[in-house]
């Protein structure tokens, strides 16, 4: 069910804060940063159309995600997931300047769960999992399968579980970039979620609320999202970040966070392009792991692609070849 839904022109002006505290800060280390979060408007953004919808994933998903869709006339989609814990607001002018790029893409970001406008629910399983399971019924709803996948580092990690999950939902994957590496498995489950369960004054989500990617979610969210915050019970929220953070901390040792090795050679995707900013010093997102995962996935490439232009000249042919329009 689609509870709100808009379209208009985007302004090319007011769109992206410099800064924004549901982004991790070590993506602010590498070039990939302008390119996704601080995205400047390209030629052409202030002209797209954009659909705002709210859906509601009820009763398969109890959830409701936000999603922007750029082009939504287009027939060849394009679904992006934001990297980090970030969302539309900080990650949505990377895929507006795709949209501007290529007008028979439509191009679909998403806030994931617990994140931007989208609803909250910690599940029982871990955060990445539940991602996954929540994209997959918002497909199926918005009847785009098979699509193009566009992850960026944690966002990568949903749509390989989506693939290895509901493998016909997925026509090629663009990973950009892989995160793996004993570092990144130290580092990120720390800055997502232990430190959540190791901070003994959150008691009660009252205190939750006071941290600063709550505090940015409300913001966003208004009465309406405090009401569905304070409605969750502080020891499930505290169990989810527990369970999230071990989970990628399990795969210190594996090519990539978030799936065995095994389990990236079983994936089926028809293509995998996994990009990468070149940059040889990137303890989140080392090279050698994205080399290991070309001979893990079926089908896969890598390529450099320091900034847009190069992103563009990679990914836009891939995803015309490997994505079939839709009827």
Same mark, same amino acid.
């Given at each position: 069910?689609?509870?709100?839904?808009?379209?208009?022109?985007?302004?090319? #002006?007011? #769109?992206?804060?410099?800064?924004?505290?549901?982004?991790?800060?070590?993506?602010?280390?590498?070039?990939?940063?302008?390119?996704?979060? $601080?995205?400047?408007?390209?030629?052409?953004?202030?002209?797209?159309?954009?659909? @705002?919808?709210?859906?509601?994933?009820? &009763?398969?998903?109890?959830?409701?995600?936000?999603?922007?869709?750029?082009?939504?006339?287009?027939?060849?989609?394009?679904? =992006?997931? &934001?990297?980090?814990?970030?969302?539309?607001?900080g990650f949505g002018g990377f895929a507006r300047n795709v949209a501007a790029a290529a007008p028979d893409l439509k191009v679909i970001i998403w806030d994931r769960r617990n994140m931007g406008r989208s609803g909250?629910?910690? /599940?029982?399983?871990? +955060?990445?999992?539940?991602? *996954?399971?929540?994209?997959?019924?918002?497909?199926?709803?918005?009847?785009?399968?098979?699509?193009?996948?566009? /992850?960026?580092?944690?966002?990568?990690?949903?749509?390989? =579980?989506?693939?290895?999950?509901?493998?016909?939902?997925?026509?090629?994957?663009?990973?950009?970039?892989?995160?793996?590496?004993?570092?990144?498995?130290?580092?990120?489950?720390?800055?997502?979620?232990?430190?959540?369960?190791?901070?003994?004054?959150?008691?009660?989500? #009252?205190?939750?609320?006071?941290?600063?990617?709550?505090?940015?979610?409300?913001?966003? $969210?208004?009465?309406?999202?405090? #009401?569905? +915050?304070?409605?969750?019970?502080?020891?499930?929220?505290?169990?989810?970040?527990?369970?999230?953070?071990?989970?990628?901390?399990?795969?210190?040792? @594996?090519?990539?966070?978030?799936?065995?090795?095994?389990?990236?050679? *079983?994936?089926?995707?028809?293509?995998?392009?996994?990009?990468?900013?070149?940059?040889?010093?990137?303890?989140?997102?080392?090279?050698?792991?994205?080399?290991?995962?070309?001979?893990?996935?079926?089908?896969?490439?890598?390529?450099?692609?320091?900034?847009?232009? &190069?992103?563009?000249?990679?990914?836009?042919?891939?995803?015309?070849?490997?994505?079939?329009?839709?009827?």
């Amino acid at each position: 069910m689609t509870e709100a839904t808009t379209s208009e022109a985007v302004s090319a #002006e007011g #769109e992206e804060a410099e800064e924004d505290v549901t982004l991790f800060k070590g993506a602010s280390n590498n070039s990939y940063y302008d390119v996704y979060f $601080n995205a400047v408007p390209e030629p052409g953004v202030s002209d797209l159309e954009c659909e @705002k919808l709210t859906v509601d994933l009820r &009763p398969e998903r109890d959830v409701t995600l936000y999603l922007e869709i750029y082009n939504p006339q287009a027939k060849i989609p394009l679904i =992006v997931t &934001p990297g980090g814990m970030g969302e539309i607001d900080g990650f949505g002018g990377f895929a507006r300047n795709v949209a501007a790029a290529a007008p028979d893409l439509k191009v679909i970001i998403w806030d994931r769960r617990n994140m931007g406008r989208s609803g909250i629910n910690f /599940g029982s399983d871990p +955060l990445t999992v539940e991602e *996954a399971e929540d994209l997959h019924v918002l497909m199926d709803r918005l009847g785009v399968a098979p699509a193009a996948f566009y /992850g960026m580092s944690s966002g990568a990690r949903s749509n390989m =579980v989506l693939a290895e999950r509901y493998p016909s939902d997925v026509a090629a994957f663009i990973i950009a970039p892989m995160t793996g590496g004993p570092l990144a498995a130290e580092q990120l489950p720390q800055e997502y979620y232990l430190k959540y369960v190791q901070d003994e004054s959150l008691t009660s989500m #009252e205190a939750v609320v006071e941290t600063p990617l709550w505090a940015a979610y409300l913001e966003r $969210n208004g009465e309406a999202g405090r #009401e569905e +915050l304070m409605r969750q019970d502080v020891s499930e929220f505290l169990a989810a970040m527990q369970r999230a953070g071990e989970h990628l901390q399990s795969f210190a040792q @594996k090519t990539t966070l978030g799936m065995t090795d095994e389990q990236l050679a *079983a994936l089926t995707v028809p293509a995998t392009l996994i990009l990468h900013h070149g940059q040889e010093v990137d303890y989140l997102h080392p090279i050698p792991n994205s080399r290991a995962a070309t001979t893990l996935l079926q089908n896969s490439t890598l390529e450099f692609a320091p900034t847009l232009q &190069p992103i563009l000249d990679a990914m836009l042919p891939f995803v015309r070849k490997h994505t079939p329009p839709l009827d």
